[in-house]
């Protein structure tokens, strides 16, 4: 059987995008993610600063 006796038709262009599709969406779950981690992180900053802030303040009267 030779290429041209295939049955189906191979379409590599929609294939390809396809992929291109998929791996755009895995990029922008990683970044999501990445994006509510650095999130957390600050807000777990400011939270500790304030807590500090406020003991500080506390232990001055």
């Known amino acids: 059987m030779t290429v041209m006796e295939h049955d189906t ?3 590599t262009r929609a294939s390809v995008e396809e992929q291109k599709r998929q791996e755009a969406a895995l990029r922008a779950r990683k970044l999501r993610g ?8 600050l807000l777990t900053l400011v939270a500790l600063f304030y807590a500090i802030t406020v003991v500080r ?3 001055a009267h």
């Open 34 to 41: 990445r994006n509510l981690a650095v999130l957390a992180a």
């Open 9 to 11: 038709p191979i379409d």
């Open 57 to 59: 303040m506390g232990g």
